[in-house]
């Protein structure tokens, strides 16, 4: 039987370490027909049938897999893609970027101004427990900008072991900290704006802080209970007249991929430093070494660069769908003209 996929390829994809980066499949010959890409129903078919075959081992090998041209066109359709793979849902708790929901499992992406950029970071690696894949969806294509890049964290981490020895030996003996004031509700001008409310799910800063109580997670479409707290998620709250200083850590900042048997730059380190900047947070007292220490600036700016030379920045196009393993690669946004509407899902 004829695989409803295909291998494309796009002039931004890599090669790194003899693996095209990311995957790219795109609809066969067969699927594709008169050009559209096969039905809805026939795609999330193969998606099932083929996931084990075929769609998994890509991301395995790539680190992230690029679906483009199929018939997913609406919040509703990458819903049920999502749900095709078959992943266990991650609820968004601890995450600091201001988040909707729109359907089932799906939420807009970080809903900050479209003139800021969104640094490079792993999906809630400031948390001990994150996602170890995550979907992104192009409802709506950007009017120009507002791409996706994307990095192996490996590689990340073998370019800074090389330039800076010294400083990844103390990154990986400490640790970070990341310290983050929210206030009580989401503030959608600010990239790290998600509210304390939000973020724990609750209106009671004794739920929030200590007491391992149950409560909905009203936000998905299927209430279902979770037990929530600070203290669960290794994080220590200072209550102020107005918000709360959350202070995670020391936590991680290379941990190794059991899966692949490599290092990853698994941080937030750049973002915080660079990008986690409010009217009530400055990113330089966002993240320190886990000894309380501060990171050296050039140090940081370097990195930065590192990033941006390694990555790939694939143009968005309406329909496209990007699986990208957590655990391999690191993202980010570019700034963007509108009209960009880029949906999100996460998984345990």
Known sequence: MESFFQDGAVPQQRVVEGVSFPAVLVPSASAAGDGGG??????????????????????????????????????????????????????????????????????TSNESPPDQKIPFHHEMAQVPTFPSKLFFFCEVEPKSGGETPIVLSHYVYKRMKEKFPEFVEKLEKDGLIYTRVLGEGDDPSSPIGRGWQSTFLTKDKAIAEERPETINYVMFKHPRSVKLRAAKLGMKLEWTEDGVKTIMGPIPAVKWDESRGRKIWFNSMVAAYTGWKDSRNDPVKAVTFGDGSRLPGDVISECGKILEEECVAIPWQQGDIILIDNWAVLHSRRSFEPPRRVLASLCK
């Open 38 to 107: 096969g039905g809805l129903d026939e795609f999330l078919a193969a998606v099932r049938a083929e996931r084990e075959s075929r769609l998994e081992p890509l991301v395995r090998a790539a680190g992230a897999l690029l679906l483009r041209g199929f018939p997913a066109r609406t919040a509703a359709n990458f819903d049920r893609a999502v749900e095709a793979f078959g992943y266990e849902e991650l609820p968004y708790v601890g995450g600091a970027a201001p988040r909707t929901n729109v359907v089932g499992r799906v939420f």
